[in-house]
């Protein structure tokens, strides 16, 4: 009965690559969310989808493509993987962005990216 | 810059010891205020949040904070760690003017010592 899940755990992958990180949530939240948490344990927003729609988009390179088949999931899918894009990646959900006086995100387990 | 500020990047205390982890943030109209943990290896938890009411709010596992809206600051404390505390710690802001993004400090790392 976990709330945010996210698939894989652990992602290794070479330069040059191609891949996606899966989050699915059981809260029936509306809002999505996608993190980055660098070596320095830094945590930024990259993404926010409110029921299905792009409504947060940090200054990320368009090699990063989030997907939101439904509101329950948020795919991240990045292409042309660097060194630098190494990190923990955190999808998160919370019941609607836009009631910004109760909202609370709930995090998922995260998913380990290494890129050789 | 707009910004959350967490005073100690790395806090060593022994069991028993109490603790107290400083936030500033610089956002000015209304906020919400979270400190989030998150254990070695493990995702984020949500330890405690203020929205609106009594400044000074209680978590889990005997955690508090106190906002002070004067001095922009939401400060966690527990009175007496122990040795599973070992962890770090995030505060974070939701602003009104930020569009709804969590924004997030630094980081403290706290090590207790059994």
């Known amino acids: 009965d976990t709330a945010v899940s996210q698939t894989p755990k652990y992602l290794v992958t070479q330069m040059g690559n191609d891949k996606s990180i899966k989050c699915e949530q059981n809260l029936g939240h509306d809002t999505m969310y996608w993190y980055k948490q660098d070596s320095k344990k830094f945590l930024k927003i990259m993404f926010s989808?409110?029921?299905?729609?792009?409504?947060i988009n940090e200054t990320v390179p368009n090699r990063f493509s989030p997907k939101s088949p439904d509101k329950a999931h948020l795919n991240l899918h990045i292409n042309s993987l660097e060194l630098g894009d190494s990190a923990v990646y955190f999808c998160?959900?919370?019941?609607?962005?836009?009631?910004?006086?109760?909202?609370?995100?709930?995090f998922g387990p995260g998913t380990r990216l290494t890129v050789l | 810059a707009q910004s959350v500020s967490q005073h100690n990047h790395h806090v060593i205390l022994s069991e028993a010891a109490s603790l107290e982890l400083g936030c500033n943030y610089s956002?000015?109209?209304?906020?919400?205020l979270f400190w989030y943990v998150q254990y070695p290896g493990q995702h984020l938890q949500l330890l405690l949040k203020?929205?609106?009411?009594?400044?000074l709010v209680k978590g889990i596992k005997g955690f508090e904070a106190e906002f002070i809206k004067s001095k922009f600051s939401f400060n966690l404390r527990k009175p007496s760690v122990q040795w599973s505390d070992t962890a770090e710690y995030f505060c974070?802001?939701?602003?009104?003017?930020?569009?709804?993004?969590?924004?997030f400090g630094q980081g403290t790392e706290l090590s207790v010592k059994p």
């Open positions: 974070a802001v939701i602003s009104y003017n930020q569009g709804g993004k969590l924004i």
């Open positions: 956002y000015g109209g209304t906020v919400n």
């Open positions: 203020y929205f609106s009411g009594d400044p």
């Open positions: 998160a959900s919370s019941q609607d962005v836009f009631s910004i006086s109760t909202d609370t995100q709930y």
């Open positions: 989808y409110n029921n299905k729609e792009l409504i």
